[in-house]
């Protein structure tokens, strides 16, 4: 079976530090990645998804950026950290070829800049 | 602005009491799914309705897709404090690569004992 994973749970960073988040998938090849940002109690606003190793599509202008550097790994990162930055980021995974682009989300990374 | 707009935000009820949330946009969608989200954790996939005006039932939650493929409801009969959690509905559009789902809001069900 699928299993989707992300780390860490809860990260608090001072404004003007970098960020890396890190999310696995395992039991599937070549799935479609996707980072996701939720406010408090709130629908889901998508950052970054990919399509296959190196592949990035950027959905919003921001200060984070995300890659892929292996098949079921896919990574968001920031050089410098802002307020505004806070939030609980998704890390989803979705069949290649589905027709219907289910999203299987990991347990979600709570981020918090002080 | 949000394509699908969910109503209540917000709902409070007690236990064995029914709820209907409600899904609507004016754009129409290939598919559209439903997802429950407890806190602190990942949204939860429920269903996928692809077929205009299909029904699904899962236990004591019933997800209907309009003729349209505009808006969705989900239905809760007898509601217990299991199915407290935030949900959220997200469709694909048509004009949009299968991948690319949009969310709605979101609606807040709580279910007191």
């Known amino acids: 079976s699928q299993t989707i994973h992300q780390w860490p749970a809860t990260l608090v960073q001072p404004v003007g530090s970098p960020l890396s988040l890190e999310c696995t998938v395992e039991g599937t090849s070549n799935p479609n990645l996707y980072w996701y940002r939720q406010a408090a109690g709130r629908g889901l606003q998508l950052l970054f998804y990919s399509v296959g190793i190196g592949q990035i599509s950027s959905e919003v202008p921001q200060n984070l950026s995300a890659s892929r550097p292996q098949d079921r790994q896919f990574i968001l990162s920031s050089k410098k950290l802002l307020l505004s930055d806070s939030g609980f980021y998704l890390c989803?995974?979705?069949?290649?070829?589905?027709?219907?682009?289910?999203?299987?989300f990991g347990e979600g990374s709570r981020l918090t800049v002080l | 602005t949000q394509l699908l707009e969910q109503s209540p935000q917000f709902l409070s009820i007690q236990e064995g009491e029914n709820l209907t949330v409600y899904c609507n946009s004016s754009?129409?969608?290939?598919?559209l799914q439903w997802y429950r989200q407890e806190p602190g954790e990942g949204p939860v996939l429920l269903v996928t309705?692809?077929?205009?005006?299909e029904v699904k039932k899962l236990k004591r939650l019933t997800f209907q897709f309009g003729d349209a493929r505009k808006d969705s409801s989900l239905h809760i009969t007898a509601a217990q404090p299991g199915d407290t959690g935030l949900y959220l509905c997200?469709?694909?559009?048509?004009?949009?690569?299968?991948?690319?789902?949009?969310f709605g809001a979101g609606t807040q069900v709580v279910v007191t004992p």
């Open positions: 997200a469709g694909g559009l048509l004009t949009d690569s299968w991948g690319k789902l949009q």
């Open positions: 754009s129409v969608f290939s598919s």
């Open positions: 309705v692809v077929t205009g005006g």
């Open positions: 989803a995974w979705s069949l290649t070829g589905g027709e219907t682009g289910e999203l299987f």
